[in-house]
């Protein structure tokens, strides 16, 4: 099993090409801009390194948000027209997942994964130390966030976890920052997409997975449209 693992969604350009007992090769820049001119140029680098080619790939995976309009559009689109080309299953992950995954929960723990989203917003969802779903992926103001935690201790992770943390420390709440990275990690998107694989098979991931938009985009096209009605 060859998987090809990448994130565009968020504040990061990631990739990583995993065979099932770990990782061939992977790759993990900070990038707020120009996905999609750096993207397909880094797979193919990639599968070079690898010795491998588009042809040798058994399923793709990326995330489906939340994210920034463009950089989610970049991913979806690349993963879309490569699964559709090589007849891929395609595993949508979503980034609120992927930076959980790696945030080291112990048992006793819930794993808050929280993005930036500005307007002193967050992003966020909460999940227990097996990464099982415990909120739906919100978006809510920041000053709200913690009314939104199961009680008990917590381990945040992603760009919004210091601004929670604040929070949670003036109302003397018991949580700790997790030491992994802000952004998504192919790596982890990749272990995720792999599980599900393992336990559903890959026929149930030949439909493409839709974007996960909780906030609408803010650009407008001429006229004032929504790009999403375009």
């Known amino acids: 099993m060859i998987l090809l693992a990448f994130d565009t969604a968020q504040g990061a350009l990631s990739a990583a090409i995993m065979d099932g007992e770990g990782v ?12 999609a001119e750096a993207l397909m140029p880094l797979l193919e680098t990639m599968l070079a390194e690898a010795a491998l080619g588009f042809a ?10 939340p994210g920034t309009f463009t950089g989610l559009r970049v991913g979806l689109a690349a993963a879309r027209g490569l699964a559709l080309a090589r007849s891929l299953p395609l595993v949508g992950v979503t980034t609120l997942e992927a930076v959980a995954e790696p ?16 307007r002193d917003e967050v992003y966020m969802q909460a999940f227990s130390s097996s990464l099982a779903p415990l909120t739906p992926p919100l ?3 920041l000053d709200e966030a913690p009314a939104h935690l199961p009680e008990g201790k917590a381990v945040l992770v ?20 997790s030491p992994a ?6 790596q982890a998107v990749g272990r995720i997409a ?6 559903q098979g890959l026929g149930a991931f030949r439909v493409a997975p839709e974007p996960l938009y909780i906030r609408a985009p803010d650009a407008k096209l001429p006229g004032g449209r929504d790009p999403e009605a375009a």
């Open 139 to 141: 978006l809510v103001a």
């Open 194 to 199: 792999l599980a599900r694989i393992a336990a």
């Open 24 to 35: 061939l090769v992977s790759s993990f820049e900070p990038r707020t801009r120009g996905h």
């Open 56 to 65: 040798d790939l058994d399923a793709l995976a990326v995330t489906v948000g």
């Open 103 to 118: 945030a080291g929960a112990e048992a006793d723990e819930t794993c808050v994964a929280l993005f930036d989203a500005r």
């Open 158 to 177: 992603g760009t919004g976890a210091e601004l929670l943390g604040a929070r949670l420390e003036a109302e003397g709440r018991p949580f700790r920052l």
């Open 181 to 186: 990275k802000p952004q998504p990690e192919a």
